[in-house]
C-alpha cells in the first residue's frame, strides 16, 4: 500500500527538516499546507515535495483536513512538524506498510513527556494513520482528533512530540471562549478540553465548574473523565481540602479499576493531609498495579519511580530516616539518573550522618 503524510505548519524551521528527513524514509507523498508561516518554513518544505499549499487558519480540523483533501495515496499518516520518529520505528511503518490491506486506522503511541535522560515517561495512543476518502476527518477546533471507527488495530509504534515552542498564552482559552460567545455547544471532549485550558492557566474556580459539569455528560471517555477526577482533585489540595479532594479522586473507582495514575494521586492526597502511613499503602499499590486500557493517559513513572520517592519522603517526614533512605534507594534502582532521587537519598544520608556523628560525641 502506498501512504500520504499530511502536515499542517506554521513558523517551524527549527524543526521542520528533521521531521521530514525521517518522514521520507516511508511516505510516498507529502502533503505539507502551510497557514502563515513568516520564516523559511515553506522553502523547507518545498526542498521535499512540490505538494506545499496554503490555507488561511480557520481552526486546527479545518486545516487538517483540507490537508487530507490533497492527499492521493491508499493510507494517510498525519505528523505535527515538532515530532520526531527514532531509526527503529522508522523501520517499523516500513514494514507495517507492507501488512496494511482491510485495516482502517492504526493506532500508535504518541510519547509527549521525557525525563532527564531523554526517557519517554507520558504517552497514549492517538489516531496515527488510517484509510484515505472513506469518511475519516478530524473535528474539534483545538485539540482536533479523528472519530475511531472500522477495523482498529494497535501498533508498538511510537512516535515522539518534542515541542520547542510554546504556544501563545490563552491562545486555545480565547477559541474556546469565542464559540461560546457566538452561542456554539461545546461538545463532551471540547468540554474536557476547556477544562484543561482553565486548569493549566490557574483559573481553577473555573476549572472545578467546569469538570464537574464535563463529569455529567453520559459520553464521556473513560481516559478523559479519570483525568478530570485527577485534576479536581489537584485544585481541591491547592486549597487545603484535603477531605474533598480524597472524595474527588475516589469518585474514579466508580469507572475504572485502580491504576498507578489514580493510585499515586490518592496516595498523594493523603500525603499532603499528613497522613503518611495511609499514603504509603496506596503507593505501594501502585508500584503492584498496572495500566491496561489503551486510551489511557499513562505516566509512567507512577509505577514505581514516584511511589519510591513518595514511600520514601513519607517515612523522612515521619521521622524514619532509614526508610526513607531504603525506599529512595529503590527509586534510584529504576532511574540511577534521577534527580529528585540523588537530591533526597543525597539529604537523607547526610542527616543519618549527622546523627551517627552526634551519637559518637
Not at 51 to 75: G, I, M
Not at 218 to 246: G, H, M, P, R, T
Request: glycine share 4%; net charge negative.
Amino acid at each position: 500500500m502506498t501512504l500520504s503524510l499530511c502536515m499542517i505548519i506554521k513558523d517551524e524551521e527549527q524543526t521542520l527538516k528533521r521531521i521530514l528527513d525521517k518522514a521520507k524514509c516511508f511516505s510516498d507523498e507529502m502533503i505539507i499546507v502551510d497557514t502563515g508561516s513568516s520564516d523559511n518554513s515553506v522553502n523547507i518544505a518545498k526542498s521535499y515535495t512540490d505538494k506545499v499549499y496554503f490555507c488561511e487558519f480557520v481552526d486546527f480540523s479545518f486545516c487538517r483536513n483540507f490537508s487530507l483533501s490533497k492527499a492521493t495515496c491508499d493510507y494517510v499518516i498525519w505528523l505535527d512538524a515538532d515530532d520526531d520518529i527514532d531509526e527503529k520505528n522508522i523501520q517499523k511503518i516500513i514494514q507495517l506498510k507492507d501488512r496494511l490491506f482491510d485495516e482502517d486506522m492504526v493506532m500508535m503511541p504518541y510519547e509527549t513527556a521525557f525525563d532527564e535522560n531523554d526517557m519517554p515517561v507520558f504517552c497514549y495512543y492517538r489516531e496515527r494513520i488510517f484509510k484515505n476518502r472513506k469518511g475519516f476527518f478530524f473535528e474539534g477546533k483545538v485539540h482536533e482528533a479523528i472519530p475511531l471507527k472500522g477495523k482498529i488495530i494497535y501498533e508498538d509504534i511510537a512516535i515522539k512530540h518534542r515541542k520547542t515552542k510554546q504556544n501563545t498564552p490563552l491562545r486555545n482559552l480565547n477559541i474556546y471562549q469565542n464559540m461560546m460567545a457566538k452561542g456554539e455547544i461545546l461538545g463532551t471532549r471540547e468540554l474536557f478540553y476547556l477544562a484543561n485550558e482553565y486548569y493549566y492557566n490557574n483559573m481553577y474556580t473555573e476549572a472545578l465548574a467546569t469538570y464537574k459539569e464535563f463529569q455529567k455528560r453520559k459520553d464521556c471517555l473513560d481516559a478523559n473523565l479519570l483525568q478530570s477526577f485527577v485534576n479536581s482533585s489537584n485544585i481541591l489540595i491547592n486549597e487545603e481540602k484535603y477531605s474533598l479532594a480524597f472524595d474527588e479522586i475516589a469518585k474514579s473507582l466508580k469507572y475504572s479499576l485502580p491504576t498507578p495514575t489514580i493510585l499515586c494521586q490518592i496516595g498523594y492526597v493523603l500525603h499532603k493531609w499528613q497522613k503518611y502511613e495511609q499514603s504509603n499503602y496506596y503507593y505501594l499499590l501502585a508500584i503492584s498495579s498496572q495500566e491496561d486500557n489503551p486510551f489511557a493517559f499513562r505516566n509512567s513513572d507512577f509505577e514505581g519511580y514516584t511511589p519510591f520517592i513518595m514511600i520514601g519522603l513519607n517515612y523522612y517526614l515521619s521521622g524514619d530516616i532509614d526508610n526513607a533512605l531504603y525506599y529512595t534507594s529503590k527509586a534510584l534502582k529504576i532511574k540511577p539518573y534521577g534527580k529528585i532521587a540523588l537530591d533526597n537519598n543525597a539529604y537523607y544520608l547526610s542527616l543519618k550522618i549527622k546523627k551517627l556523628s552526634s551519637c559518637d560525641v
